[in-house]
């Protein structure tokens, strides 16, 4: 599922929040489909794809007993004609596949082998949520969140799905849940602790985006009492695993010692990271320690290079803009050059 972003309205730094991707999992039972969804083998024209009989036989179980997911497995290989074949087949064997029919759901969504059908798709996901498919639950409350064709918008039922998620410690849903106790949905005011404990369920969950924002509000004291300590474990989590805006926030803490031993040159590495993955503020950070050379050698060629793809993302910065303003030859020449490295062209 594609992430939602979602405008924080919060006086916190979570401007990095959005709707998770739940995992792929492969949930147990799920619903027969209904007369009113269209089969997957029906293309558009009337063409239909090969017989379900030439396809190869299943897979033998693996040795712990849990059959193969020949169908899951063609999907994330992108072989998505060969996984809705599949499926169907599976459904043949059992109509209570609910991760047969989430897959469907998946494919319709993605207009991947049959023609894109977010109305489709919501059936899918509906009958496998009904049958206690968590994936599908989260999926379908995407689906209602943002609206789609023939899937009208509709934060409250789409709350409730991803409530049906959660209660199976879904990170995604857990995640999202947060979220939107955070935006304060459907005229609702904020509720920071509701979404403080959303976010602690979804990072032990397993979610990152969760890390980061827990993090946050424990950082800035929002829902949560106020712990610097306990902030720098989520905020570490979040910029070991790759959140970039986790990155930012732990590697200034780490340069300032706020909660953490100081460790210039190890937050100056990280904030590199960030900036080459194109975060504005990193790269200002990142422009200010060439030019004044505090933890990296002092280089105006790159501060000018750094500071200039952060006044391209709109962080302007009057000070760089002085202390870069009279490069030497030389120094003009690397800053061309490097623009054009970082830029790729």
């Known amino acids: 599922m594609r992430r939602l972003a979602l405008a924080l309205s919060l006086g916190i730094s979570l401007s990095g929040a959005a709707l998770a991707q739940g995992p792929k999992q492969a949930p147990s039972a799920k619903p027969a489909p209904s007369p009113n969804v269209a089969s997957p083998f029906v293309r558009e024209g009337g063409v239909a794809p090969a017989p379900r009989d030439s396809l190869p036989p299943p897979l033998p179980p693996r040795a712990d007993g849990v059959p193969a997911d020949l169908a899951f497995g063609a999907y994330q290989r992108g072989n998505f004609l060969y996984a809705l074949m599949e499926a169907e087949r599976r459904l043949d064997a059992n109509s209570k596949d609910a991760a047969a029919m989430t897959l469907i759901g998946e494919i319709y969504r993605d207009g991947a082998a049959v023609p894109r059908d977010d109305h489709a798709a919501s059936e899918w996901f509906r009958l496998a949520s009904n049958l206690g498919d968590p994936q599908a639950a989260y999926e379908l409350g995407a689906l209602m969140l943002q609206g789609a064709k023939d899937v009208p918008k509709d934060p409250v039922a789409a709350e409730a799905q991803f409530e049906r998620a959660a209660a199976k410690n879904h990170h995604g849903a857990l995640y999202n849940l947060g979220v939107m106790a955070l935006e304060g949905m459907d005229g609702k005011a904020p509720d920071y602790a509701k979404a403080a404990q959303y976010f602690l369920r979804a990072a032990n969950a397993g979610d990152d985006d969760a890390a980061y924002s827990y993090g946050v509000m424990l950082r800035d004291g929002k829902g949560v009492p106020m712990n610097i300590g306990e902030s720098v474990h989520w905020l570490k989590r979040a910029s070991d695993d790759g959140v970039i805006a986790g990155q930012v926030e732990y590697a200034i803490m780490l340069f300032n010692g706020e909660g953490v031993p100081r460790d210039e040159a190890g937050a100056a590495k990280i ?72 830029a790729g062209f």
């Open 271 to 342: 904030l590199l990271t960030a900036a080459a993955r194109g975060n504005p503020i990193a790269q200002n950070r990142v422009a200010h320690l060439y030019a004044k050379g505090e933890a990296l050698p002092k280089d105006l060629a790159k501060a000018a290079a750094w500071n200039s793809f952060a006044k391209a993302a709109g962080l302007k910065d009057n000070e760089l803009d002085v202390e870069t303003a009279n490069l030497t030859p030389d120094e003009r020449t690397r800053f061309t050059k490097m623009v054009h490295e970082i």
